[in-house]
């Protein structure tokens, strides 16, 4: 009877994951059935609705796009990606392969969809230089320093397209007639009294945040690639070149829909007016910046002379490219480079 109750006991928990795999098979029977279930939801209400109303005009306006920019677009979308790596390799010091580097932006961009002011990103590209050998100070210390050197490199390439005669004025006038308008908004004597209170408590923050640990490693890291001008002239290239490869994909956005009325001779109005749409949406600080860039560069767009339902088509099929298109690629390339 002992041997007979001992082989039950051992045989009872042999059957337990054959039981499992059932159970596990009939929910992912159940998870299919209710995707197909969805999508065919989801492609009945669409069908619906594409004959009556907006969605009918903006199909029709997606019917009308030209498509033959659509590889130009891809193309600049993966080569700011592979800028930004250039950038990367150059801080760290490191001869770190360029493939997997690129790989890593396209991960970073991913992690960027869901985290504000591009925490995601530092925190993969700090992730991936720990792995390639750097400790983590260090690491940090490298990717605070890219960080940093963006924002020379962006002023200094607004700079010079404005200088060429980006915008042709039209821009720069559109900025100084808003500006004048919100500032004739504001009560003068409210403002007064808020600046007053706000300004010293502002001035005790600073001074402690420059004061703190984060900060003064951003300052050694900049320090540190200062010391290498090699390496720094190659951060601040690749830097600008990622920002001005996004401004061409802009204006390539702008090219394929009809109803822009833009052309070659356009290309640095478009370009000036992405660099400060982009920098005005980015002061929003919520994930990716979802919405308040897309309203910054219509508003661009805008100032240029560009009726409003084309500026949000261009806007939308380049956030599209290169702003949600990477985020499936991200996803795969993580899996890669754990492996």
Known sequence: METIASGAETAAPAELPDIGGRIARVRRTRRVRWTLAGILLAGAVTAALATTGPPRAALAAIGQMRWTFLPALLLLSVLHFVCSAVALRAASGLPIPLYQTTLTQFTAAAANRVTPGGLGAVAVNTRYLVC???????????VAAVQVAGVPAD????GAVLGLGGG?????DALGRHTAHAAGLVPPVPLLIGAALLLPAAALGGRRALRSEAVGRAAAGVTD????P???????????????????????????VPGTGVGPGDVLALVAAYL???????????PGGVGSTEAALVAALAALGIAAGPALHAVLLFRAVTFWAPVPVGLLTCRTLRR
Do not use: K
């Open 132 to 142: 390639r050998g750097l400790p983590l100070p260090r690491a940090a210390v490298t």
């Open 155 to 158: 002023l200094l390439l607004l």
């Open 276 to 286: 400060v749409g982009a920098a005005a949406g980015s002061a929003v600080p919520s």
């Open 230 to 256: 090699r390496d720094l002239g190659v951060v601040l290239a690749g830097s600008a070149a990622t920002t001005f490869v996004l401004g061409l994909a802009f204006a390539l956005s702008a090219f394929a």
């Open 168 to 172: 042709n004025g039209r821009l720069l």
């Open 225 to 228: 690639l200062c010391r290498r």
